[in-house]
């Protein structure tokens, strides 16, 4: 298999990468960014292994599912049993999958109370259990991990060297402690100090920083100053759906509210039935901003309950606007 990552980032520096997040980068969100601006990698939102092994299988496998343009994408897996991980990566190849990453830095309480998540940074025997499972399960799929800098208290130097040698692909590292949340700005210089150890010891692994990251400027500084071969971003695609556009350039008003109704549209046909449409809505505000009246467009659109309703509302709006532009 065609190691990708490796490609990645001898070709575009930094290369840029959509930030898993749960409950956003649905199948239905990464499709339309994937026909907007589309980053380097797409992550699915992380999925769990034993769901995936079990009974839960049914309502968990449509986290797994993505569309042709989504390429190169990685399923990103939780869980606990090494086992289940070989049966899981291998499903993951079946599924056409461009690589596979171990979430070993989510701080949600219940995920890390079950040993999952960033409580792994604890239990590196357990990690690496992880990492040869997959290993075994889909031997030659791209590896990677994404973590943070330590669960309760910063730990990078010893978590990232142990990380590194398990000899992994790449490896994204944002720059917090499990215990920060998103509280305080991201530690840029705990994800330097990954990288010279990279540089050190396992040149052969791609590292991703990630933290705060909300353009493309401030990711090539990153990536001048600390070194990352690749940069991650999340809330970034919230303040503008177009941040992994090249060449960078300003949208207007107009073509933002048109993306909501390619959103809706897409959404609509994804998942057919109005009691599923509240979902859409806290996507509104990435779109709906920035105009004279964005406000209550706003409130009227999170009245609605169908996507014929959204069409209804955003057309006048689009006329209007297309006509001040012109
Ligand atoms: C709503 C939400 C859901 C998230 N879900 C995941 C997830 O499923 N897997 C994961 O590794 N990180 C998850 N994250 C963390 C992001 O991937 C990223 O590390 C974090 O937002 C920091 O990057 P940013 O400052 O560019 O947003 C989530 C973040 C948010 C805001």
Redo the contacts with the bound molecule.
Sequence with gaps: MVNFWHQLALQTKPFLTL??????TDRVFRKMIAGTAKPDVF?T??TNTEALTSRGYEKTIHRLAYSDGEHPIVA?IWGTEPKNFSVVARLVRDLGFDGIDI?M??PDRAVMKMGSGASLIDNPPLAAAMIVAIKQGAPGMPVSV?TRIGATKVVTLDWIRFLLAQKIDALTV?GRTAKEL?KVP?HWEEIGKAVRLRDEIAPGTVIIG????LTQIQAAQAHGTYGVDGV?????VFQNPWVFERPVRQHSAGESLALLVRHAKLYADAYPGVHRFAPLKKYFKIYVRSFHGANVLLKRLMETENFSEVEELVKPELDRLHASDG
């Design positions: 930030a898993p997040m749960d409950g956003v992550f939102e992380f990103q979430n830095g989510c994404k944002h998103s991201a990630n933290g705060d990251i991650m971003m999340g809330k970034a």
